[in-house]
């Protein structure tokens, strides 16, 4: 499985954005999806995940009320929506995936650089 994020930028606070990662390969293993992100000096933090149906949803507090994650598994993408901005999200932002049966994420995209001028 390959994860490719796309969809950062440089955006003022109280902006928007949405971030989108494409899945290819043995797509079929992937249970959960997820977002992470790391800031400059920081380790990388969780900040969404989605289940397989799309029925549950898990958010950081720090995002909880701004940020929706979602997915289209007949295009096997999963969208992160983040409105409200704050410069404190600036961090790049990976999308994960787990496979059935599996407790941590075993796919990792490349990052994609979102940053929050204020």
């Known amino acids: 499985v390959q994860l490719q994020a796309f969809g950062g930028g440089l955006v003022q606070a109280g902006g928007f954005l949405r971030l989108s990662c494409v899945a290819s390969?043995?797509?079929?293993?992937?249970?959960?999806m997820g977002w992470f992100r790391q800031a400059p000096g920081k380790e990388r933090e969780f900040v969404t995940a989605?289940?397989?149906?799309?029925?549950?949803?898990y958010y950081a507090d720090s995002v909880k009320g701004r940020f929706t994650i979602s997915r289209d598994n007949a295009k096997n993408t999963v969208y992160l929506q983040m409105n409200s901005l704050k410069p404190e999200d600036t961090a790049v932002y990976f999308c994960?995936?787990?496979?059935?049966?599996?407790?941590?994420?075993?796919?990792w995209g490349q990052g994609t650089q979102v940053t929050v001028s204020s």
């Open positions: 994960a995936g787990r496979s059935f049966g599996v407790s941590v994420y075993d796919y």
């Open positions: 390969g043995r797509t079929h293993n992937l249970s959960i």
């Open positions: 989605i289940t397989q149906t799309g029925g549950s949803t």
